[in-house]
C-alpha cells in the first residue's frame, strides 16, 4: 500500500485538468480512452471536446451516420477505432437501454473496448477493483520493481497484470488507476525520465541500478510492408471522383481518389501503360501534371508510399467499370478521407491551387 498511497498523494497535487476527468460518465471516460489510444493528451483534447459537443450522449453517437463519425475521427488515423467506437454505441443504446454495463467482464465484450478500457470504465466510473495496466503502467512498474519480462510477451503481460493487482488500492481504484497511468504520463518518462522529481525513486531498481534507459524491455520490432499507391486527382467542370473504400483492406469506409496499386515505384509512362489506367480513362483523353506529390505514411506494419497526379479530362468518363462518384470541389471537405489525402489537400489549398 506504501506505493499506491505515494502516487495517489502526488497525483492529487499534481494531476492535469482534463475535461473528461471533470465526469464521471462512462460515456465520457470511454469516448477519452478510445481516442487516447490513438494520439497524445494535447491533440486528443480537442478531438474528445468535439466528439462531446456533436454527440452529448452516446445515443446522440449512437443514431449518428457512420460518415459523419468517420469524418469527425478524421486525422486520428486507425479507422477501425471510429467504427468500432460507433458500433459499440448502438449495441449499448440497443442492447442496454443507452446504459453501460457496470462490470469490468461484461464492459470487455463491447466492440473495440477490450479489457484496458474495460478496466478503465469499471474503476474510474464504478469503482470496481480493477486493475489496469497500459504503456504508461508497463513502464513504471518495470522500473519499479525491476522486471525484465517483455511488456510484449504472453508470459510478460501476465507478470505485470499480477503486480498491477498486487498493489492496487482496493477501496480507491479509480484514483489509484488514474494516478499511475498519469505518473508515466508526467514523470517516468519512455526517455530521460524525471528521477529527481521522482516521489518513488528511493523504492525504483531501475533507478538504484542505473537501468531506466533499459526498462521496460520488448521483444522486437513487428516488420513492415512497402505499399505504393498512385492516386489521380481528377478535375473536370468543377467536379472531383471519389470512391469509398470496402472491404479488409486499410482505411475501410473512407473515400479516397482513383488508386492505382503498384507493386514497385512507377513512373507516369508506366502508369498509363497499366490496364487499371485504362479501366479508369476508357477512351477519355487526360492532361496530366507528369510530376506527382509523393507522400510518405506510416502504419503499424505497413509504409506508404503515395504519389499524387493531377488530372484534367474534357469529358466525364466512360460509365462502363467506372465506379467512382463524381463530386464538387467544395464539397470534398464533407468526405472521412485517410490522412495522407487530407495532407495532400491542404497542402493544395495552401498554395491556392485548390
Known sequence: MLVSKILEKWYLENRRDLPWRRSDSPYHIWLSEIILQQTRVAQGTDYYNRFV?????????????????????????????????????????????????????????????????????????????????????????????????????????????????????????????????????????????????????????????????????KEGKVKTKARFFNYLFIRHKGYTYLNKRLGNDIWNSLYEFPLIESETPVDYETLTSMPAWKVIFGKTQPEADFHPRTYRHQLTHQTLHCSFYQIRINREPDRGAFRYQQIPLEGLAEYAVPRVIDKYLADLHQEGIL
Open 53 to 217: 459537443e456533436r454527440f452529448p450522449t452516446v445515443t446522440d453517437l449512437a443514431n449518428a451516420p457512420m460518415d459523419e463519425v468517420l469524418k469527425l475521427w478524421q486525422g486520428l488515423g486507425y479507422y477501425t477505432r471510429a467504427r468500432n467506437l460507433h458500433e459499440t454505441a448502438r449495441k449499448v443504446v440497443n442492447d442496454h437501454g443507452g446504459i453501460f454495463p457496470r462490470k469490468h467482464e461484461e464492459l470487455a465484450k463491447l466492440k473495440g473496448v477490450g479489457t484496458y478500457t474495460a478496466a478503465a470504465i469499471a474503476s474510474i466510473a464504478f469503482g470496481e477493483p480493477v486493475a489496469l495496466v497500459d504503456g504508461n503502467v508497463y513502464r513504471v512498474l518495470s522500473r519499479l520493481y525491476g522486471i525484465h519480462d517483455p511488456i510484449d510477451s504472453p508470459y510478460g503481460k501476465r507478470v505485470f497484470k499480477e503486480k498491477a493487482e498486487e498493489i492496487l488500492n482496493r477501496e480507491r481504484p479509480d484514483i489509484h488507476n488514474q494516478a499511475l497511468m498519469e505518473f508515466g504520463a508526467l514523470i517516468c518518462l519512455p526517455r530521460n525520465p524525471d528521477c529527481r522529481h521522482c516521489v518513488l525513486s528511493h523504492l525504483c531498481k531501475a533507478n538504484c541500478e542505473g537501468k531506466t534507459n533499459v526498462l521496460p524491455v
